[in-house]
């Protein structure tokens, strides 16, 4: 693909696009539905775009869990423990991606969302506070689980991820702010592999993840930053929102609206 007629406007459109994914996505997860389309609109077949957005996501991730750990935000030995399993997930989700559609999925993803946002919207106290037990056997197992199957879906079609990571973490007690962070780290983890396997693969385009890069770390920093400073119930919010605009998303994808 010539990358060497890249007009001003067009490149301010990808960046401008990057800012609000990263921005969007160090909060609530889903940055990966404004990036993506982004790139595809700016003229990206599928399988570039795909690997150009998780190169330029990488660098949101870096900033986000940078920002997040560096607050405090992060359950640090928990996340030791997951981060294999994440690894594992990622690397089974990219090899089957090459070979198996990811259509049949989708349906089941929209429910999975839509149930999502029910359950957060039902409990109003979710999140709110940190009730967590602390790493007992049955958390340490359904956390693993959780970690190997939302890091195989993260390898291999992504919308998402980071909203799923952190319901789950909400769910076992941590407040918003923290499952963030949590979310942060092992969604760096699938990331960091699907990039890695990108490269090889030879399905990234550098010109324009470059320039995407840059502004969803930008976009990132801001955003984690946001997310710290205004706490759970912001960060609730924004992510029910986010979610109803996955699953409208899909919705369209699914229905051939567009």
Request: cysteine-free; charged content about 10%; hydrophobic content about 70%.
């Given at each position: 693909m010539d990358v060497s007629s890249i007009s001003p406007g067009l490149l301010a459109f990808i960046m401008a696009g990057g800012f609000l994914a990263g921005f969007i996505d160090s909060i609530a997860g889903g940055g990966g539905?404004?990036?993506?389309?982004v790139l595809m609109a700016a003229g990206l077949p599928p399988?570039?775009?795909?690997g150009t957005n998780k190169f330029a996501a990488t660098f949101g991730a870096v900033m986000s869990a940078w920002q997040f750990w560096k607050a405090g935000k992060v359950d640090y030995h928990l996340m030791k423990k997951l981060v294999p399993f994440t690894l594992v997930g990622a690397i089974l989700g990219c090899a089957v991606m090459i070979h198996i559609s990811a259509a049949w999925l989708q349906p089941i993803i929209i429910i999975a969302?839509?149930?999502?946002?029910i359950f957060v919207f039902s409990r109003r106290g979710l999140g709110s506070g940190s009730t967590y037990a602390g790493e007992t056997r049955h958390n340490l197992i359904?956390?693993?689980?959780?970690?190997?199957s939302i890091g195989f879906y993260d390898g291999f079609i992504g919308p998402g991820t980071g909203t799923f990571y952190i319901v789950f973490f909400a769910m076992i007690g941590f407040d918003f702010v923290t499952a963030a962070g949590n979310a942060k780290i092992l969604n760096l983890t699938s990331n960091l592999t699907a990039f890695v396997l990108f490269i090889y693969w030879d399905t990234i385009l550098y010109v324009y993840g470059a320039a995407m890069a840059a502004s969803i770390f930008c976009g990132a920093y801001f955003g984690s930053r946001l997310?710290?400073?205004?706490?759970?119930?912001?960060?609730?919010?924004?992510?029910?929102?986010?979610?109803?605009?996955?699953?409208?998303?899909?919705l369209a994808n699914y229905w051939g609206i567009f």
């Open positions: 539905l404004i990036s993506l389309p399988h570039l775009a795909l969302l839509v149930v999502t946002a359904i956390a693993a689980i959780v970690a190997v997310a710290i400073r205004r706490g759970s119930g912001f960060v609730r919010v924004v992510m029910l929102s986010v979610t109803a605009l996955l699953i409208g998303k899909l």
